[in-house]
């Protein structure tokens, strides 16, 4: 059987898809291909047997029967609930020797420039937190690699005055591109100068209570790594974004489920105006080296969508080669059809294992993933999950209340989250053993 029909959210919600046109997010740029980046190409290093490369790329590359590779352009790696991967047989003994030369070797030592340390931090954080997502599952082979991997941590943290020096690379990628939407041309990507800008046309909304984006802040294969940003901007000056953002505050959403056609139940806020705008960012955290979690100015990726309507989508990714050599930022535009493994709610099913042969079947087209949750041709407010909060209740079932905000307030409700959970707990019991 395929397993395509399974891996939209819609299906695995069970929810109706509203089918309509579509507004694709495009540019004539030569589309590059970073599902599988070609075996011999140093990440950290030019040379692909620098220690470095090795072990990046035994955590993050998955390889199916026919020798084809994946996994090299990714955010997360490709370990679900269910991977048996690196916990058993000889892809566990490779890792574990990796490991250990790492660390006999004082490899830390070998690279010193803050970016690629803060970067291979996260990469081997998100497999120390996907290792505890079931702890009674193999736990000795779990506790010889996160052993291990938070040594690495520790070894490559970089102090506070590191942190500072690293880049703001969305700076050095909105030169690259045009700065506003295209009517004459609206499939051209575009990123707004002024988006973190205080002063600016964006207002940065937050919530009361909690991160703005809780589903992805939760999300297991997330899990408080990273921070959500989310920001709106109306036609008019920012005033005007203030003022709707207080209408969101005092009509909290209702309306229970907007994706099926339904007319919203209780007050209404005001509709969205034509040329509306929505920006979802997510930034970097890292741990410092007294054991803290600390924001950085890096974006990894941005999602933006416009209104007209219907919404027209668009979004940057980063990437590690492009990042390291200073280009554009390494905010690479997401391409109609661009395929991707999507982490977020699936059945937690390893594809390579579970399909070794073909097991792309398991990707999805990123662009037309957003348009699942966030519906095809909805102009409606109720689009804007941060509001709705539909189909991803918070966890106290009440609808969020959002106010202005900033990116050290949402930093610090973050981390509040992460250091609750019991990854964190993991990590720092092995950080103070050393």
């Not at 589309?31 to 993050?60: C, K, L, M, S």
């Amino acid at each position: 059987m395929r397993f395509t029909q399974l891996t939209t959210v819609t299906a695995l919600l069970g929810l109706s898809l509203v089918i309509g046109s579509i507004v694709w997010a495009h540019t004539d740029a030569q589309r590059v291909d970073y599902a599988t980046q070609p075996e011999d190409r140093g990440i950290y290093d030019p040379d692909p047997d620098h220690i470095w490369n090795r072990v990046f790329q035994h955590f993050y590359t998955r390889v199916d029967r026919n020798g084809n590779r994946y996994g090299l352009g990714r955010l997360e790696p490709l370990l679900w609930a269910e991977t048996n991967y690196l916990l058993e047989r000889e892809s566990y003994q490779q890792a574990i020797a990796l490991l250990d030369e790492f660390l006999n070797t004082n490899a830390a030592n070998l690279i010193d420039h803050p970016l690629k340390r803060a970067f291979f931090q996260r990469d081997i954080w998100a497999v120390f937190d996907w290792l505890a997502i079931r702890p009674d599952d193999r736990p000795a082979a779990r506790f010889e690699l996160q052993s291990r991997l938070a040594q690495i941590m520790q070894q490559v943290a970089l102090s506070d005055a590191e942190i500072e020096t690293l880049p703001t690379n969305y700076q050095d990628a909105i030169g690259q591109h045009v700065e506003t939407y295209q009517p004459d041309a609206p499939l051209t990507p575009y990123l707004p100068p002024d988006l973190f800008d205080v002063e600016g046309t964006w207002v940065n909304v937050g919530r009361e209570g909690g991160p703005i984006a809780m589903t992805h802040v939760t999300d297991q294969y997330i899990s408080g790594r990273s921070l959500f940003l989310v920001f709106l901007r109306l036609p008019d000056e920012q005033e005007s974004t203030l003022s709707y953002v207080r209408e969101l505050h005092e009509t909290p959403s209702t309306s229970r489920p907007p994706f099926l056609g339904q007319p919203p139940s209780g007050p209404h806020p005001s509709a969205l105006p034509v040329d509306a705008q929505v920006a979802f960012v997510q930034q970097m955290l890292v741990v410092n080296d007294r054991g803290e979690i600390v924001p950085t100015p890096i974006t990894l990726s941005i999602q933006l969508r416009y209104f007209q309507p219907p919404q027209a989508f668009y979004q940057f990714n980063i990437h590690r080669p492009e990042l390291f050599g200073d280009v554009a930022g390494g905010l690479q535009p997401v391409m109609p059809g661009d395929l991707e493994f999507s982490m977020l709610n699936t059945l937690n099913l390893d594809f390579f294992e579970q399909f070794p042969e073909s097991p792309e079947q398991g990707q999805s087209e990123i662009l037309e993933s957003c348009m699942v949750c966030h519906e095809r041709q909805a102009s409606d407010v109720l689009s804007v999950i941060s509001y709705s909060r539909d189909p991803f209740p918070l966890p106290d079932g009440n609808p969020p209340l959002l106010v202005e905000t900033r990116p050290e307030i949402e930093a610090n409700m973050t981390t509040e989250w992460k250091v609750e959970q019991g990854n964190w707990q993991q990590l720092m019991a092995f950080w103070r053993t050393r």
